[in-house]
């Protein structure tokens, strides 16, 4: 008896390595909620997928997702809701293929957002950041050195044990074979989500993303590319944002918002709304006027502690080279006036895009300081083009030009309530730390 239950076994967790030849990649946490989160991965093929769970405090009570198939149509991907959670829970989740559990050498897991409004002070949590990720591929590459590189970043960011991590714009790079079909666009997604160095992070991290030109169309574009709405198509289908613009029926840009704590993240879609740069006539735009309206409303109404907006290119550079905000200077003065004139406080600018990590800081007459964090790159190429910027509003001593990530600390009492900035390099040293009290944005 105890030979054949060694045989059933060996043969149970042999099927289950068998269905990790079915993972492409993933399982990915993407948004949570207290009463729900969402589990994406991608199968080679489609199959039935389903997702185990169970609190980490009570791991005999296993629930179950609902099963779901996919197909080639949306690159076989899966978002799974799960929906028998209670706030302030940590879950442990296993993946079903088939019926048959996949066996995964790295943790699963994610946790249910707190209830902690008229309770307690807000958790203390971490959010990571980063942008411009290049996965080399060179039968697609351009010739000569790849232009990514430092894989384990991902490793480093995951040793953080960030909360959330949200990818700040390029986080794929489109090449000249994807960008115009929708096998090209699919299959660049698949080739840099699929990176085994990546997975760790994906299994265990909340994760959210914006997008820049890279994984919107080709280098530099606009509202004019031809194809968006595939790659926006794309976007939602290997990402787990909580939502996608506020008209998702008609297909109407990614922009969104979520929060966690006591802090409001506005993720903005400068590329589906923006005018082409060499557009002489006609408003010049990023965000379009209905993302803008979106945006001062949501910000107006929130009650949120810090209110931080992540958008792909820099805002509060006075340095007007490449498509950063300085470039648009009419709708950057209206963006600042709105803030200010109807006393929004606690914003915090995330940004990407330059390949080098800078903040910068904005003093204003009468009010708090705006800051704006560009954190670059993930894996790609470091750029030599800061050499050439004369950006006034660069805080001494942030400049940085290696491969790099941050993560943001949120921490403290009520009366104390913080953020700590911290920049890492690629093997996870840290490089430099700057504390933002809430009351300094007040």
Not at 334 to 344: D, S
Not at 405 to 422: H, Y
Request: glycine share 6%; charged share 25%.
């Amino acid at each position: 008896m105890k030979n054949v239950l060694q045989i059933v076994l060996l043969l149970s967790f042999s099927l289950g390595f068998s269905q990790n030849n079915l993972l492409q990649s993933g399982p990915m946490v993407g948004y949570c909620e207290m009463k729900e989160a969402v589990i994406w991965l991608q199968a080679k093929e489609n199959a039935s997928v389903k997702i185990e769970y169970f609190a980490i405090d009570n791991p005999t009570k296993v629930f179950s997702s609902d099963t779901y198939n996919s197909s080639k149509e949306n690159g076989f991907t899966y978002h799974i809701i799960v929906d028998k959670l209670v706030p302030g829970k940590k879950y442990k989740y296993n993946v079903f293929i088939n019926n048959i559990k996949v066996v995964l050498p790295y943790e699963t897991s994610f946790s249910s957002k707190k209830l902690w409004q008229w309770r307690e002070d807000a958790p203390d949590f971490t959010v990571a950041i980063g942008s411009c990720n290049y996965i080399n591929e060179p039968e697609l590459d351009r010739p000569g050195k790849g232009y990514g590189s430092g894989y384990p970043i991902f490793e480093s960011i995951n040793t953080k044990n960030p909360d959330i991590m949200i990818w700040g714009g390029d986080n794929i790079y489109l090449r000249e074979a994807d960008w115009d079909s929708k096998t090209g666009i699919l299959h660049r997604y698949t080739h840099t989500r699929s990176i085994k160095e990546m997975q760790p992070l994906l299994a265990k991290t909340q994760n959210f993303a914006i997008w820049d030109d890279h994984d919107f169309g080709p280098n530099d574009s606009d509202r004019s590319f031809y194809n968006k709405n595939l790659t926006l198509e794309a976007f939602k289908n290997f990402w787990a944002n909580k939502s996608y613009g506020m008209n998702p029926e008609q297909n109407e840009g990614n922009y969104s918002t979520f929060n966690w704590g006591d802090a409001q993240f506005f993720l903005l879609d400068n590329r589906f709304f923006k005018s082409p740069n060499d557009r002489k006539t006609d408003e010049r735009t990023i965000l379009g006027n209905e993302q803008f309206e979106w945006l001062i409303d949501a910000l107006s109404s929130s009650n949120a502690s810090f209110k931080i907006i992540y958008i792909g290119g820099q805002v509060i550079t006075t340095a007007a080279r490449f498509e950063n905000y300085a470039t648009y200077p009419e709708e950057k003065e209206k963006l600042l006036k709105e803030i200010e004139a109807n006393k929004i406080k606690g914003v915090l600018f995330l940004s990407g895009d330059r390949h080098f990590t800078e903040l910068s800081k904005l003093e204003r007459n009468g009010t708090y300081p705006l800051y704006d964090w560009t954190v670059s790159p993930l894996t790609s190429g470091i750029a030599e083009s800061y050499k050439q910027d004369k950006n006034t509003n660069q805080v001494e001593g942030s400049l940085f030009t290696v491969n790099n990530f941050g993560t943001i600390l949120f921490s403290g009492n009520a009366a104390n309530r913080q953020m700590k900035l911290s920049l890492f390099d690629k093997e996870g040293e840290v490089l430099w730390n700057k504390v933002i009290l809430k009351k300094e944005l007040e």
